[in-house]
């Protein structure tokens, strides 16, 4: 085909097309369109400043072309125009005008980000856990020295803030945990500290921090604080957990002692009870025989008056009986004995007063010991009989 066949698109001519044609009449329609017409002093043919159109056009479309971008889901994209905030775009395709007009920022807003306080994770295989001393060591209220490592866990909550008032932010984030962690641990005890208070620390140092950071206006959000070790430092390790086996025997001796207690107490108050009890028994009884006694003596003395000789007669009696039932003695009369012998049983004598307080004052005999008293009786009175007979 002819460079000025102009029928090189018809139906009859079945070959390529020229390629120089077609850019020159491409950009005899950009000048139309442009209201210029060809150059005089050159011919068509030549076509060297015809093609320079189409290279600045491909040029501003690839320029154009740069302005796209596409915004991840939980990202959001910030455009800057001059250096000027201008828009904050959501998630998806996006445009913007492109450099050196406008400028356009990524920022990846729910990715969690981690920050060690106090140490360091292995980096790379074989590479050990490090301590950083100079952030782990912490004054507490009572004046000891503990080593505390804590991680912090963020992401950011504003991207306009988390860009614009942020130069460095993982330093920024360090500080402020420094800051809020010294500030708790300081106002605090030891003991609290290292055991029980881990948590409640945990939780007002996140607090503190958010605070601390919100005031700053950084666009960062503390999602959580984890505390991943307490203790006292290495050189006086041994020294505390002697004081802490110290005052483990101590609770162990108070429970012992509170358990020996709740095991005395009960019995020593029953044992109480029990005397205060047989206390008010005995009162109750002295009182009533007491009221007894002087009923009686009422009684008596109301008899007594009536007829004295007889009354005193029956207490003298009555006193005499009752004591001596109680004495293993025997009293002769030697007034009208003269200087008979008389024969006196003190085996059955003694064995009688053994029986008698045994069986009773209300004890009775029987039928056939009545009998063998009798017959004793008789062989006693025979038997005196014949010893007066035989006596000159």
Do not use: C
């Not at 990846?108 to 301590?131: D, H, I, K, N, P």
């Not at 008979?340 to 004598?349: A, R, S």
């Amino acid at each position: 085909m002819a460079s000025n066949d102009p029928g090189w698109g018809s139906r009859n001519n079945d070959g390529p097309p020229d390629l120089d044609e077609m850019l020159r009449q491409f950009s005899r329609k950009l000048n139309g369109l442009f209201g210029k017409g060809p150059s005089r002093n050159q011919p068509d043919g030549s076509g060297s400043s015809i093609a320079i159109l189409p290279i600045i056009v491909l040029i501003a479309l690839i320029w154009l072309a740069t302005g796209f971008y596409i915004v991840d889901q939980g990202s959001r994209g910030v455009v800057l125009r001059f250096g000027k905030h201008v828009e904050t775009t959501l998630p998806g395709p996006r445009w913007h005008i492109p450099f050196p007009i406008e400028s356009r920022n990524i920022v990846v807003m729910e990715q969690v980000r981690t920050l060690e306080v106090g140490y360091r994770s292995a980096g790379e295989e074989g590479t050990s856990r490090g301590r950083e001393l100079r952030e782990s060591l912490m004054l507490t209220d009572d004046e000891n020295i503990i080593d505390l490592q804590f991680a912090v866990q963020y992401n950011i909550k504003s991207p306009e803030d988390f860009l614009f008032y942020n130069r460095d932010v993982e330093a920024a984030v360090r500080g402020t945990a420094e800051t809020a962690i010294r500030e708790i641990v300081g106002k605090n005890k030891m003991d609290f500290v290292l055991y029980e208070g881990r948590t409640e620390i945990a939780a007002l140092a996140k607090k503190l921090m958010q605070d601390i950071l919100d005031r700053y206006k950084s666009g960062i959000n503390i999602t959580n604080v984890n505390m991943q070790n307490a203790q006292p430092p290495e050189q006086v390790q041994a020294a505390f957990d002697d004081a802490v086996k110290a005052g483990q025997d101590l609770e162990r001796q108070k429970n012992e002692g509170q358990a020996y207690a709740n095991d005395i107490i009960p019995k020593a108050r029953g044992a109480a009870a029990r005397l205060l009890e047989e206390a008010a028994g005995y009162k109750v009884r002295v009182i009533n025989e007491a009221q007894g006694d002087a009923s009686r003596f009422n009684q008596v003395l109301s008899q007594y008056e009536k007829a004295p000789e007889v009354t005193r007669r029956r207490l003298f009696l009555d006193a005499q009986e009752q004591i001596l039932s109680k004495v293993s003695k025997v009293v002769v009369d030697q007034k009208g004995g003269g200087g008979n012998l008389l024969y006196l049983p003190l085996d059955k004598l003694m064995a009688t007063a053994e029986a008698t307080p045994a069986q009773g004052a209300s004890t009775t005999n029987t039928p056939a010991q009545s009998a063998e008293d009798s017959n004793a009786q008789r062989s006693r009175e025979s038997f005196r009989s014949r010893e007066r007979e035989s006596r000159p």
